[in-house]
């Protein structure tokens, strides 16, 4: 039995690209340890009750991660339309005020009683594979703005309206991003890539002028001093994290911004305590395996470029995962506003790990059909 070349180094794309995420999720357990277990103990008796609970959404994220990877992603287009309207049903049901659940100010879940989670996030994988979709059907008309671009970034932007609507600022921004990228990547105009933009700018402005609390984030990001125990306060508590870490940190456990001082220290803000606890050198062994990551998806996707779908699906994933995780760590270290996006895979979150870890199974899939 011959072996291809081709197949061997798609192996090794498989195998760096699941060891760079197995080892974010194993340091996102430990480190939400650390944290919680100065967070939680005040509220509960049992020290490992939330480790307990990460673990449960650890073994839902692993078990669709490997449901994804059997399942073939032509799938996933062909009942496009599906997953599309259930997407916009789910969003809908947040905003009514007996199912959707209001946390920190901003309606982002559903409750259920038995089971809460955030179409949001959902929300990621289905513009994906609604824009994928559409996109790789118009190769054609791609250089046509009404006819190839404006159709599926109509549908888009009502999705990203619903999640604004949500008190959600950050994600509808990240989407568009995304989504602006993978227009690129299909090879749509520069001239109409150009409107985006400056549409995108104008938006984004309007959406920060008319909501009092992104004005604050924005000018506690540019003087924190001005204002710091309000609109500067996460600023300078994450920062004083990375000065309190220094080189090599001090030690697993010992953070003290994790004692109620520095804001969604377990979600948001989970990279400034790494970056206290493991110090910079830790810090840039977490950015080392995102860039990991996204080397190896990118190489999935340039791997089956022949296959227009598979080519944007994977591309507009990795791009996805990567985004965010820079997203989070520049708000971290100081180079974005506080933005209230996670850290891909290390942040607490049952929605978002379940979600990412299915976004993996699909990029394997991806790979595994690269394999003659």
Same mark, same amino acid.
């Given at each position: 039995?011959?072996?291809?070349?081709?197949?061997?180094?798609?192996?090794?794309?498989?195998?760096?690209?699941?060891?760079?995420?197995?080892?974010?999720?194993?340091?996102?357990?430990?480190?939400?340890?650390?944290?919680?277990?100065?967070?939680?103990?005040? $509220?509960?008796?049992?020290? !490992?009750?939330?480790? @307990? /609970?990460?673990?449960?959404?650890?073994? &839902?994220? #692993?078990?669709? %991660?490997?449901?994804?990877?059997? $399942?073939?992603?032509?799938? !996933?287009?062909?009942? @496009? /339309?599906?997953?599309?309207?259930?997407? &916009?049903? #789910?969003?809908? %049901?947040?905003?009514?005020?007996? $199912?959707?659940?209001?946390?920190?100010?901003?309606?982002?879940?559903?409750?259920?009683?038995?089971?809460?989670?955030?179409?949001?996030?959902?929300?990621?994988?289905? $513009?994906?594979?609604?824009?994928?979709?559409?996109?790789?059907?118009?190769?054609?008309?791609?250089?046509?703005?009404?006819?190839?671009?404006?159709?599926?970034?109509?549908?888009?932007?009502?999705?990203?309206?619903?999640?604004?609507?949500?008190?959600?600022?950050?994600?509808?921004?990240?989407?568009?991003?995304?989504?602006?990228?993978?227009?690129?990547?299909?090879?749509?105009?520069?001239?109409?890539?150009?409107?985006?933009?400056?549409?995108?700018?104008?938006?984004?402005?309007?959406?920060?002028?008319?909501?009092?609390?992104?004005?604050?984030?924005?000018?506690?990001?540019?003087?924190?001093?001005?204002?710091?125990?309000?609109?500067?306060?996460?600023?300078?508590?994450?920062?004083?994290?990375?000065?309190?870490?220094?080189?090599?940190?001090?030690?697993?456990?010992?953070?003290?911004?994790?004692?109620?001082?520095?804001?969604?220290?377990?979600?948001?803000?989970?990279?400034?305590?790494?970056?206290?606890?493991?110090?910079?050198?830790?810090?840039?062994?977490?950015?080392?395996?995102?860039?990991?990551?996204?080397?190896?998806?990118?190489?999935?996707?340039?791997?089956?470029?022949?296959?227009?779908?598979?080519?944007?699906?994977?591309?507009?994933?990795?791009?996805?995962?990567?985004?965010?995780?820079?997203?989070?760590?520049?708000?971290?270290?100081?180079?974005?506003?506080?933005?209230?996006?996670?850290?891909?895979?290390?942040?607490?979150?049952?929605?978002?790990?379940?979600?990412?870890?299915?976004?993996?199974?699909?990029?394997?899939?991806?790979?595994?059909?690269?394999?003659?």
């Amino acid at each position: 039995m011959v072996i291809k070349k081709e197949n061997i180094q798609n192996n090794i794309l498989i195998a760096s690209l699941f060891s760079a995420v197995i080892l974010l999720i194993g340091v996102g357990l430990g480190f939400s340890y650390s944290i919680n277990k100065v967070t939680e103990t005040s $509220i509960i008796d049992n020290n !490992y009750a939330y480790i @307990m /609970k990460q673990m449960f959404h650890l073994f &839902i994220a #692993l078990t669709v %991660m490997i449901a994804a990877i059997f $399942i073939d992603v032509e799938l !996933y287009k062909k009942f @496009m /339309k599906l997953i599309t309207i259930a997407t &916009i049903i #789910l969003l809908i %049901m947040t905003l009514i005020p007996s $199912i959707g659940k209001i946390v920190g100010g901003a309606r982002r879940w559903i409750n259920l009683g038995f089971i809460q989670f955030q179409p949001s996030e959902l929300a990621k994988i289905s $513009i994906l594979i609604y824009t994928s979709a559409m996109l790789s059907k118009k190769e054609d008309t791609i250089k046509d703005f009404y006819k190839g671009i404006l159709p599926p970034l109509i549908v888009v932007t009502f999705i990203s309206a619903l999640i604004l609507v949500e008190n959600d600022f950050s994600t509808p921004f990240l989407i568009l991003l995304v989504v602006f990228f993978m227009l690129f990547l299909s090879g749509a105009e520069f001239l109409s890539l150009l409107i985006l933009i400056f549409v995108g700018i104008l938006a984004s402005i309007m959406g920060i002028f008319f909501e009092q609390y992104r004005m604050k984030r924005l000018l506690g990001f540019f003087d924190p001093w001005g204002d710091p125990l309000k609109g500067g306060w996460q600023y300078i508590q994450s920062m004083k994290c990375f000065a309190l870490g220094g080189f090599w940190g001090k030690g697993f456990g010992n953070s003290t911004q994790k004692y109620l001082t520095l804001p969604e220290a377990r979600n948001d803000y989970v990279f400034a305590i790494i970056a206290e606890e493991g110090g910079a050198i830790f810090s840039l062994v977490i950015v080392l395996l995102f860039v990991a990551f996204a080397i190896s998806g990118l190489m999935i996707a340039r791997n089956c470029k022949e296959d227009r779908y598979k080519f944007l699906l994977a591309a507009g994933i990795t791009i996805f995962i990567f985004f965010q995780a820079m997203t989070n760590i520049g708000v971290s270290v100081g180079l974005l506003p506080s933005t209230g996006i996670q850290l891909p895979f290390v942040s607490s979150g049952g929605t978002s790990l379940v979600v990412f870890s299915f976004c993996i199974g699909m990029l394997i899939s991806i790979a595994k059909t690269n394999n003659v």
